[in-house]
């Protein structure tokens, strides 16, 4: 199987599709549609069994039911932008479930677009395809040093070319707003919401300031909240909440915001960040889909200001707070002191280099790739 295959998820759905149906969700670009139709035995172009609805011909097709019953496993691509989509998806699992399997796949939360009908609660396992990250495609400092700049997403790893990552950010983001977002939500503005994703690579890895946004965008606070968490259920940012823990006073309502394509940040700190972010994002949605675990990732950080960039809480426990450093292996502060307060099993501080240093039994300054190992991260 190939690295486009994605075994990571490849073989959770394929046990998935015995049971139920499969709904796979992830950005726009990640390598969906090529999983999807991995399943579709002696897949090529406009195959019967793949209907996508941006295509005409396709979307009436599903409209109509037409799709071929000889097929065993059906792929329906971008389904939820019909209004009805979940009626009609029920009715066809509900009629054929003993003789077909679905695969239903969108660039969109398909959890939050489920607009008229019935519950598809208890038809389907839901799969959330992430970037390529470290433990995919291979533990090594070339592996390593592509990811970061080249970011997750195929095309542009694979490519490794820095004018066609370029056009490619462009045109991703470009889609995304104009095709994406017009086709889901009823935006008059959507040249102030390019802007936004625009800027939002400048306040990754910071506290997300909805007002610093809402001045520069001229649009008020609550247009600025409702346009990031559209892009949030297109998966091209995510937030994520501070940790409460008893023994410091935590700013509670804080938020820190990281994007699906760490490549488009310039600063590198932020980008390590990020990336690291990500990666642990990965690892507790994998927990999540494919063995139902209840999981966070949330950040530290105390009305002082001291900070640990991210805590990975699994079933309401956290199991191990990590920091961000580039290149330094000088243990932060903040970290030590935090660590001194908060009860957490394990404490690393992860970097780019190859250096790494055992400071205690719950405490490491370690490469990210070692830590990759040491957390079994996927």
């Not at 579709?40 to 941006?54: C, Q, S, V």
């Not at 598809?120 to 390593?144: A, D, Q």
């Not at 066609?164 to 470009?174: D, G, K």
Request: a positive charge.
């Amino acid at each position: 199987m190939s690295i486009l295959h994605r075994p990571l998820y490849a073989e959770p759905i394929a046990r998935d599709l015995s049971k139920k149906m499969v709904f796979i969700g992830g950005p726009r670009q990640v390598g969906k549609t090529t999983l999807a139709t991995s399943f579709i035995r002696r897949y090529k172009d406009a195959h019967p069994a793949y209907l996508n609805w941006d295509n005409e011909m396709d979307r009436r097709k599903i409209q109509k039911g037409e799709w071929p019953k000889s097929e065993s496993l059906i792929v329906f691509d971008e389904v939820h932008k019909h209004k009805g989509w979940q009626g009609l998806i029920k009715g066809f699992y509900d009629t054929w479930k003993n003789t077909h399997k679905f695969i239903v796949t969108g660039s969109a939360r398909l959890d939050l677009y489920r607009k008229g009908g019935d519950s598809l609660l208890g038809r389907y396992h839901h799969h959330r395809i992430h970037p390529f990250s470290l433990p995919e495609v291979g533990i090594n400092n070339k592996n390593l040093e592509a990811l970061f700049q080249f970011g997750g997403f195929p095309e542009p790893f694979l490519s490794k070319d820095a004018v066609e990552l370029r056009r490619w950010h462009i045109q991703r983001v470009s889609k995304l707003v104009r095709q994406d977002l017009r086709d889901l939500e009823n935006i008059t503005h959507l040249e102030k919401v390019e802007l936004m994703a625009d800027a939002l690579p400048s306040r990754v890895g910071s506290l997300l300031s909805v007002k610093s946004l809402a001045e520069d965008l001229e649009v008020s606070d609550k247009t600025v909240k409702r346009w990031l968490q559209i892009m949030d259920n297109l998966y091209y940012c995510y937030s994520i909440s501070s940790f409460g823990a008893p023994k410091i006073k935590a700013t509670k309502k804080a938020k820190k915001l990281y994007l699906w394509d760490w490549s488009q940040i310039e600063d590198p700190g932020a980008k390590f960040e990020n990336m690291v972010a990500s990666h642990l994002l990965k690892l507790c949605h994998h927990w999540e889909d494919v063995w139902g675990f209840k999981t966070e990732l949330r950040f530290l950080r105390d009305d002082t200001g001291k900070e640990c960039d991210f805590v990975v809480i699994k079933n309401k426990k956290p199991l191990f707070a990590v920091e961000c450093k580039l290149n330094s292996t000088q243990l932060s502060p903040s970290l030590q002191y935090l660590r001194s307060k908060v009860k957490i099993d394990k404490w690393y501080q992860v970097h780019m280099g190859t250096e790494e240093l055992r400071l205690a039994p719950d405490l490491t300054v370690l490469p990210l790739a070692r830590f990759c190992e040491l957390e079994n991260l996927v």
